[in-house]
């Protein structure tokens, strides 16, 4: 079981819990939201098989390319709730993949979270390594077991990353979620939601002119 999913959902309810609601998200302005799911995608996909190249330099890649992405989306979204937390979550990661080539996982930790450490090993996951010697920061790798039915090794930015995530949908329920002042990019420009003014919905060049009349009173 993903251990996002059961963030999200513990996050709900946990808001539920705090009389907030789901249709405060309506009101959400969030701006490059392609930079999240492409950031998502990286992290599922399973490397590709690319001519002669190492598929643990692709995974590799793909893992930096994700938190790189997710980096993008969190910086220009920074008025969201927990943003900080979550971006420390992600340098942290970012950090030791890159130093390691991968991200190196504790061996006695994969066995407790009902995994095989031989498997991986083997190469079972060219996106992660079992941490050895050799490992430069492996306090910043995958060490902390989460044993079954989730069954995962998570590393201390992964807590922090999960965490941000949870208090920043608990955040939002209840209400308390600062406004985003970027004008919406024309790139990425998600949702707007039911309640969203008339003038986001215009091109850049005419957005400021509208806003002005529709504050002033004089808009048609």
Known sequence: MSPIVVVLVIAVLVGFALRGSLRRFERLRIHWWGFAFG?????????????????????TAMLLGSYLLLLVFLTVNRWIPASGIMTIGLVLN?????????????????ETAGGSASLLAGGASPKHHVAGDDDLLPFLGDIIPVPRP????????DLLLYGGMGWCVVQIMRGRSRENPRPLAMWFPAYRGKHAPAHWRLPARYRADRAEAERSGTAP
């Open 39 to 59: 950031g998502v995608l990286l992290q599922v996909l399973p490397v590709p098989t690319v001519g002669g190249l190492d598929s643990s330099v692709i995974g």
């Open 94 to 110: 970012l950090t030791v993949v890159g130093l390691n080539g991968g991200m190196p996982v504790n061996a006695s930790a994969i």
């Open 150 to 157: 989730i069954g995962v090794v998570l590393s201390f930015g």
